[in-house]
C-alpha cells in the first residue's frame, strides 16, 4: 500500500481524491499497489469539501507522518510551496506536483534536492496532456528542433471568438470572466506569464537550459484588435498565444507571445479552451499532442498517472531528463537576435506621402516589406497593414520607435510576430 498526502484540496486535489476512490481497481491494477489518500491539507477548515479523507490545516501532519509515501502538492504559489516541497523531499517523500509557478522559479534547485527521489509534475504543463513523459521519455533519442505550444486555455478561447465570431477584446473578455475561464484580474493568463512558465519547464526538458520568467520575451494578447482579426482572416491567418521554443546553431529561442499562424497548420486548428503543443524531433519529425489543459478531472488525471508511475518505478528517472549533460552547454538567444516574420498596424496620415515615408523607414533598418494593405478610416485617417519578410528583432524596434516619432504615423504601432 502506498498513503499518499495532498495538501491542497481545491479542485483538482478533490478530482485527484475522488478518481484515486471511485478507479481503486484499475489503478491498483496497473499501479501494482493500492494507493490510498489519507490526509489532506487546506487554509480553511470552515469550507466544505467534498472528500472522504481527513482533513487539516496543519502540513506538518502530511510532511512528519512516516506513513505518507508520496506528497501531492496543488497549492500554488512560489516560496511556500518551494518550503514545503523541500521539507518532503529532505525527509524522503516522493513528491507530485502540478505547480508550474513554483517550477518556473526552483526546478532546478528541486532537482537536486531529489536526488534519486521521485518528483513528478506532468499536470503542471497543458493539463491532461502527457506532454512531459513524452518530451522526456518518448522522444528522448531526439534533439528537439522546435517546440509550439497553445498552453492557456483562457487565451485560446478568447482568440478563438475573436476570429470566429469577430468579438472585440473586451466584450470576450467579459464573457470569459463570467464563464470562469479567466480570473477577475486575468493579467497572469492574458498576459502570457501562465504560458511563460509552462515554456520553460518544456525549455529545460528538451534543452536543459536554466532560464527564469524574467530572462525571455513574454507579450500578451491585450493589444489585438478587430483590425487585427480582419487583416488575419484576410491572408488566411489565425492568431494564437505561442509559447515558442527553438535551438538555432548553440542557441536557444525561448519566447511568448501572439502568433500569426497559417490556417493550415495543425496548431493553428486548435481551437476554445483546449491546449495543443508541436513538437519538432531531428528523428521522428513533428509529433502533435492535443487535450484539455485545465480543469479537475483532466489535471488530476495527469497527477494520478504520476504516482502510478512511482509505485511502478520506485526509483526517480531525471527529474528534467538529464542524467547529465554532453558537449557545450546551449544558452538563450537575446530576445533581441530572434528572427522572424512580422505584422504591423499603423494608424497614419491618409495623405500623399505617407507610404513613402514608412517605406523609407523600413527599408533604412534593412526590412523588406512584404504584403500591404491599406483601410481608411474618417477625419483623414487610415490604417496601414503590412507583413515583412524575415528580420531580426532589433531592427524592427527600431523601426517601430522611428515611426511612433514621425509625423505620418499618429499612434503607437501594433506589432504582432508571423511564425510559418
Same mark, same amino acid.
Given at each position: 500500500?502506498?498513503?499518499?498526502?495532498?495538501?491542497?484540496?481545491?479542485?483538482?486535489?478533490?478530482?485527484?481524491?475522488?478518481?484515486?476512490?471511485d478507479n481503486k481497481n484499475i489503478i491498483t491494477a496497473r499501479a501494482?499497489?493500492?494507493?490510498?489518500?489519507?490526509?489532506?491539507?487546506?487554509?480553511?477548515?470552515?469550507?466544505?469539501?467534498?472528500?472522504?479523507?481527513?482533513?487539516?490545516?496543519?502540513?506538518?501532519?502530511?510532511?512528519?507522518?512516516?506513513?505518507?509515501?508520496?506528497?501531492?502538492?496543488?497549492?500554488?504559489?512560489?516560496?511556500?510551496?518551494?518550503?514545503?516541497?523541500?521539507?518532503?523531499?529532505?525527509?524522503?517523500?516522493?513528491?507530485?506536483?502540478?505547480?508550474?509557478?513554483?517550477?518556473?522559479?526552483?526546478?532546478?534547485?528541486?532537482?537536486?534536492?531529489?536526488?534519486?527521489?521521485?518528483? *513528478?509534475?506532468?499536470?503542471?504543463?497543458?493539463?491532461?496532456?502527457?506532454?512531459?513523459?513524452?518530451? !522526456?521519455?518518448?522522444?528522448?533519442?531526439?534533439?528537439?528542433?522546435?517546440?509550439?505550444?497553445?498552453?492557456?486555455?483562457?487565451?485560446?478561447?478568447?482568440?478563438?471568438?475573436?476570429?470566429? *465570431?469577430?468579438?472585440?477584446?473586451?466584450?470576450?473578455?467579459?464573457?470569459?470572466?463570467?464563464?470562469?475561464?479567466?480570473?477577475?484580474?486575468?493579467?497572469?493568463?492574458?498576459?502570457?506569464?501562465?504560458?511563460?512558465?509552462?515554456?520553460?519547464?518544456?525549455?529545460?526538458?528538451?534543452?536543459?537550459?536554466?532560464?527564469?520568467?524574467?530572462?525571455?520575451?513574454?507579450?500578451?494578447?491585450?493589444?489585438?484588435?478587430?483590425?487585427?482579426? *480582419?487583416?488575419?482572416?484576410?491572408?488566411?491567418?489565425?492568431?494564437?498565444?505561442?509559447?515558442?521554443?527553438?535551438?538555432?546553431?548553440?542557441q536557444i529561442e525561448l519566447r511568448v507571445h501572439p502568433v500569426l499562424?497559417?490556417?493550415?497548420?495543425?496548431?493553428?486548428?486548435?481551437?476554445?479552451?483546449?491546449?495543443?503543443?508541436?513538437?519538432?524531433?531531428?528523428?521522428?519529425?513533428?509529433?502533435?499532442?492535443?487535450?484539455?489543459?485545465?480543469?479537475?478531472?483532466?489535471?488530476?488525471?495527469?497527477?494520478?498517472?504520476?504516482?502510478?508511475?512511482?509505485?511502478?518505478?520506485?526509483?526517480?528517472?531525471?527529474?528534467?531528463?538529464?542524467?547529465?549533460?554532453?558537449?557545450?552547454?546551449?544558452?538563450?538567444?537575446?530576445?533581441?537576435?530572434?528572427?522572424?516574420?512580422?505584422?504591423? !498596424?499603423?494608424?497614419?496620415?491618409?495623405?500623399?506621402?505617407?507610404?513613402?515615408?514608412?517605406?523609407?523607414?523600413?527599408?533604412?533598418n534593412d526590412i523588406s516589406i512584404e504584403n500591404m494593405m491599406q483601410?481608411?478610416?474618417?477625419?483623414?485617417?487610415?490604417?496601414?497593414?503590412?507583413?515583412?519578410?524575415?528580420?531580426? *528583432?532589433?531592427?524592427?524596434?527600431?523601426?517601430?520607435?522611428?515611426?511612433?516619432?514621425?509625423?505620418?504615423?499618429?499612434?503607437?504601432?501594433?506589432?504582432? !510576430?508571423?511564425?510559418?
Amino acid at each position: 500500500m502506498l498513503k499518499v498526502g495532498i495538501i491542497g484540496i481545491g479542485t483538482v486535489g478533490t478530482s485527484v481524491a475522488n478518481i484515486l476512490r471511485d478507479n481503486k481497481n484499475i489503478i491498483t491494477a496497473r499501479a501494482g499497489v493500492e494507493i490510498v489518500p489519507t490526509i489532506g491539507v487546506v487554509s480553511n477548515l470552515n469550507k466544505k469539501r467534498d472528500v472522504e479523507i481527513e482533513i487539516t490545516d496543519d502540513v506538518s501532519k502530511v510532511l512528519e507522518d512516516e506513513s505518507i509515501d508520496i506528497v501531492i502538492e496543488l497549492m500554488g504559489g512560489i516560496e511556500k510551496p518551494y518550503e514545503i516541497v523541500k521539507r518532503a523531499l529532505e525527509n524522503g517523500k516522493s513528491v507530485v506536483t502540478a505547480n508550474k509557478a513554483l517550477l518556473a522559479y526552483h526546478r532546478y534547485e528541486l532537482q537536486e534536492l531529489a536526488g534519486d527521489t521521485p518528483f *513528478e509534475f506532468e499536470a503542471a504543463v497543458a493539463g491532461g496532456i502527457p506532454i512531459i513523459n513524452a518530451l !522526456r521519455d518518448g522522444l528522448s533519442a531526439n534533439n528537439i528542433k522546435s517546440i509550439q505550444g497553445i498552453m492557456n486555455g483562457t487565451c485560446n478561447f478568447m482568440l478563438t471568438k475573436m476570429i470566429n *465570431e469577430g468579438v472585440n477584446y473586451d466584450e470576450i473578455l467579459k464573457q470569459a470572466q463570467e464563464l470562469g475561464y479567466a480570473e477577475a484580474d486575468p493579467t497572469f493568463d492574458v498576459g502570457g506569464f501562465d504560458t511563460a512558465h509552462k515554456l520553460l519547464i518544456l525549455g529545460s526538458i528538451a534543452y536543459g537550459i536554466d532560464i527564469k520568467p524574467e530572462d525571455i520575451l513574454i507579450e500578451g494578447i491585450q493589444n489585438i484588435d478587430k483590425t487585427d482579426i *480582419e487583416f488575419a482572416k484576410e491572408f488566411e491567418y489565425n492568431i494564437k498565444l505561442l509559447g515558442i521554443a527553438k535551438k538555432v546553431g548553440n542557441q536557444i529561442e525561448l519566447r511568448v507571445h501572439p502568433v500569426l499562424i497559417p490556417q493550415d497548420k495543425m496548431i493553428a486548428k486548435v481551437d476554445g479552451v483546449m491546449n495543443g503543443i508541436s513538437v519538432v524531433g531531428d528523428k521522428v519529425g513533428e509529433t502533435m499532442y492535443y487535450g484539455a489543459g485545465a480543469g479537475g478531472d483532466a489535471t488530476a488525471s495527469a497527477v494520478i498517472a504520476n504516482i502510478i508511475d512511482i509505485a511502478r518505478r520506485g526509483k526517480g528517472s531525471p527529474m528534467l531528463g538529464f542524467e547529465k549533460q554532453i558537449g557545450e552547454k546551449p544558452t538563450l538567444m537575446p530576445k533581441d537576435e530572434i528572427r522572424t516574420k512580422y505584422y504591423l !498596424r499603423l494608424e497614419v496620415a491618409d495623405k500623399t506621402g505617407t507610404l513613402a515615408k514608412v517605406a523609407k523607414i523600413f527599408g533604412d533598418n534593412d526590412i523588406s516589406i512584404e504584403n500591404m494593405m491599406q483601410k481608411s478610416k474618417k477625419d483623414e485617417k487610415a490604417n496601414l497593414l503590412l507583413t515583412t519578410h524575415t528580420c531580426v *528583432e532589433k531592427d524592427i524596434l527600431k523601426a517601430i520607435e522611428e515611426l511612433k516619432h514621425s509625423q505620418v504615423v499618429l499612434k503607437k504601432p501594433a506589432m504582432i !510576430r508571423i511564425e510559418d
